[in-house]
């Protein structure tokens, strides 16, 4: 055995989704909002531009791929940290080495921080000067809102781009080339999976092709070769890899049914809403799915109206993350009843329609003066904040503009008076508020 055999071995030792992590664009699976022909990110890369980067999404879509594709293209060398495990000093000695290869070899470097949302102040700020002054190019991963989780000053000099799940077609296809490949796939195996086995390992991976790759590679490695020496994968096979039952009823009768509960629990009907909820689960979809609905309608059909409907919604979430399946149908089955029974008011929805429409087409910055912050401005603006009304001298409330005066007198909130928003109206009439 020879030190090649060594090096084979090493590779056939890791998971398939590893072994099949593409190495170049034309092999990259899914994205293409963001690699296609022309696109900012592929011109970036192509001409060995890109700058510090935050890639966010969804577990399993092809954040770390690129990162590495990046780095394979590019003439910089490459460090790869994760934030779970590195520390201050990790940073410091990545930041001295791109120090030197930028000094000593006018090298640039790339430093890839895996679960950079977990990376707290301290550690951030031993990055940020490197960032700043150039010495090192950031590539960030992360699965969290960067913009929530992360340090504003690093997100701030990162250019952020929002990677999305994958489709069941980019999964599917995948599955199927590493079938086929002989030297990172499964292709040495002789394996034929069933089509409804694929599909059912391509639905079920959620847009995560890392679990689809896992649950096939378990799927081929413990079923055991026929007469003929073919490994055959059945759909029961593709269920126990992936530890999820196969829907019983077929993509557009899941789409209706999901469509039927939405629309049960805006129409009050508790009866229908539950049947059809327990046909998604009992037919094999995902409950976290259909809480995740019922926490969406809590808010948009019953919002304001009974503001405890979302409490009840999202208390359901957690108690069955925390007790699982069946027990947490209970506090399920009981947030659907509230949320179909509770008085229903759009006006949260429409509230959040009409101000996303104005932020989006009508984004006036002139914050009235006495609004602004303050703290490190000069003596004007001190004086101007000073004209700034505390609600709380005037008894909770005075009346004051809080709006640029371009949108001073939008409305976005109109309570229905229908439940909670009959008290929520009689304030704002007492205030002499417009409703």
């Known amino acids: 055995m020879d030190l090649f055999d060594f090096n084979d071995n090493e590779e056939r030792a890791k998971p398939l989704a590893e072994r099949?992590?593409?190495?170049?664009?034309?092999?990259?699976?899914?994205?293409?909002?963001?690699?296609?022909?022309?696109?900012?990110l592929r011109r970036a890369?192509?001409?060995?531009?890109?700058?510090?980067?935050?890639?966010?999404?969804?577990?399993?879509?092809?954040?770390?791929?690129?990162?590495?594709?990046?780095?394979?293209?590019?003439?910089?060398?490459?460090?790869?940290?994760?934030?779970?495990?590195?520390?201050?000093?990790?940073?410091?000695?990545?930041?001295?080495?791109?120090?030197?290869?930028?000094?000593?070899?006018?090298k640039r470097t790339y430093l890839m921080l895996d679960e950079c949302h977990r990376f707290n102040k301290t550690q951030s700020d031993s990055l940020l000067p490197?960032?700043?002054?150039?010495?090192?190019?950031?590539?960030?991963?992360?699965?969290?809102?960067?913009?929530?989780?992360?340090?504003?000053?690093?997100?701030?000099?990162?250019?952020?781009?929002?990677?999305?799940?994958?489709?069941?077609?980019?999964i599917r296809g995948a599955l199927v080339r590493a079938l086929a490949d002989k030297r990172h796939g499964l292709g040495e195996y002789h394996a034929k999976v069933e089509d409804a086995a694929l599909d059912h390992l391509a639905m079920t991976a959620g847009g995560d092709l890392r679990t689809a790759y896992n649950a096939l590679e378990l799927a081929v490695l413990t079923t055991p070769p026929g007469e003929n020496g073919v490994i055959s994968v059945t759909l029961a096979d593709a269920e126990q890899s992936i530890q999820r039952k196969a829907l019983s009823y077929n993509e557009d009768l899941y789409y209706d049914i999901l469509s039927a509960f939405c629309k049960s629990l805006r129409g009050s009907d508790a009866n229908a809403a539950l049947y059809y909820a327990m046909r998604l689960i009992e037919g094999g979809c995902d409950p976290l799915l259909v809480i995740r609905r019922l926490i969406a309608h809590s808010a948009e059909d019953v919002g304001m109206a009974d503001p405890q409907a979302l409490v009840m919604a999202v208390s359901a979430l957690t108690a069955f993350q925390n007790i699982g399946y069946p027990e947490g149908l209970l506090p399920l089955t009981e947030a659907i009843i509230y949320v179909?029974?509770?008085?229903?008011?759009?006006?949260?929805?429409?509230?959040?329609?009409?101000?996303?429409?104005?932020?989006?087409?009508?984004?006036?910055?002139?914050?009235?003066?006495?609004?602004?912050?303050?703290?490190?401005?000069s003596r004007e603006m001190k004086e101007d904040s000073a004209k700034y009304k505390y609600p709380h001298n005037y008894g909770g409330y005075v009346e004051q503009q809080y709006l640029p005066d371009s949108l001073k007198d939008r409305v976005y909130y109109t309570p229905s008076g229908k439940g909670y928003e009959k008290t929520v109206r009689e304030i704002r009439l007492r205030k002499g508020k417009k409703s």
């Open 340 to 377: 179909c029974e509770a008085e229903k008011s759009n006006s949260v929805v429409m509230a959040m329609d009409a101000a996303r429409a104005d932020a989006k087409n009508n984004r006036d910055d002139d914050i009235p003066k006495y609004l602004r912050d303050s703290s490190y401005g």
């Open 20 to 40: 099949m992590r593409a190495s170049t664009l034309k092999d990259f699976v899914g994205q293409s909002h963001l690699i296609s022909e022309g696109s900012l």
């Open 130 to 170: 490197a960032i700043e002054q150039g010495t090192i190019l950031f590539i960030g991963s992360t699965t969290e809102n960067p913009y929530a989780s992360m340090t504003p000053a690093i997100v701030s000099r990162c250019r952020v781009f929002k990677f999305e799940a994958l489709t069941t077609a980019e």
């Open 45 to 106: 890369i192509a001409l060995d531009r890109l700058g510090s980067c935050i890639f966010w999404g969804p577990p399993g879509c092809g954040k770390t791929t690129l990162a590495n594709i990046i780095a394979a293209q590019t003439n910089a060398d490459f460090i790869k940290l994760n934030a779970v495990s590195s520390g201050v000093s990790d940073v410091k000695k990545a930041v001295e080495k791109a120090r030197d290869n930028l000094r000593m070899f006018n």
